[in-house]
């Protein structure tokens, strides 16, 4: 009978395997990049860190290649306009993400002569940088030895050590136990490693147990089936909520924006008129709170979920003959929607009552 006996996680068979199956990402620097002299650079590393914040890697690459182009170095994003950086960041979503990253960017360059901190506290002092980001900057920029935890780690932590307790109450004990497993050595690439595991090897789904690193020092693993790792509290049903959006277009095809406030859901973005829904209270529904007098015609109903809530938006569309004076909004040409910082439920709105805009649109 053979035994297999099970070894206490180390990061060298993880960094060994990340030598040889890591993901070529266009803001990192490879294993080979390294030994060639190759360092990492800090906006570049900050950048991706916070654009892939509830956002996949695919997603992310042509937005980061896009930011990248018009603003080459932390310097140049602190000086952009604040609307361009919305419009550039449209469609990404968690839009409090691009105001702060506009006031990090800001922030670096004023107080710190465009050169990040390199350490956690000192990253931490920035606007809207977390633990997280703090953590992962400081590892990857800076080969700091700090404990870097997203969600692929998380998984890959619950998994190694059969952790039972359920999320969110057990992220202390994960973040103890990636502390104690991240090397003096290359903590940027056990941390970067340990991400990649997570999305190519120990996926949520049918993990590929045999290919890991870890496979002798998995607890899940040895004692029962990886897949019900992480455990997670029961999920809260989302509350649905109701409003209006009403697109109004001239006849030489112009449509009605406005700005929302800075602060809050979606602040800062450019919408559609809409009444006052909220995450927390519905808006008004009809015609009769449309924002001026007009022969508004219903055009279904457009779903959008967000993180804590799911929106469902009656639209209104009305062709008019002359433009209405607005205190807060103006015309915009349909073919110049791309270039507007509207965010995907804004888009959805705009393309039930006019299905063509974002294909005419010049962008």
Known sequence: MTITTFDKPSAKPLLDWYDRHHRDLPWRVSPGMAARGVKPDPYHVWLSEVMLQQTTVQAVKPYFAKFLERWPDVTDLAAAD????????????????????????????????????????????????????????????????????????????????????????????????????????????????????????????????????????CEALRLSDPELFPVKAAKKEKPVRYGAAFIAVTGDGEILLRRRVASGLLGGMTEVPTTAWTARIDGETSAAAAPFAAAWQACGTVIHVFTHFELRLSIWRAAVNAKTSTNDGWWEPVTNLEAQALPTVMKKAIAAAIPLAFKTSKG
């Open 82 to 217: 604040s609307d361009a950086v919305m419009a550039a960041w449209a469609g990404l979503g968690y839009y409090a993400r691009a105001r702060n990253l506009k006031k990090c960017a800001e922030a670096v360059a004023r107080e710190h002569g465009g050169v990040f901190p390199d350490t956690e506290e000192g990253l931490k002092s920035l606007p809207g940088i977390g633990d997280y980001t703090a953590a992962a900057v400081a590892a990857i920029a800076f080969d700091r030895q700090a404990a870097v935890m997203d969600g692929n780690v998380e998984r890959v932590i619950s998994r190694l050590y059969a952790i039972t307790t359920p999320l969110p109450a057990a992220k202390p004990l994960m973040k103890e136990k990636v502390a104690l497993m991240t090397p003096a050595a290359r903590p940027g690439d056990f941390a970067q490693a340990m991400m990649d595991l997570g999305a190519t090897i120990c996926t949520p789904k049918r993990p590929a147990c045999s290919l890991c690193p870890f496979r002798g020092s």
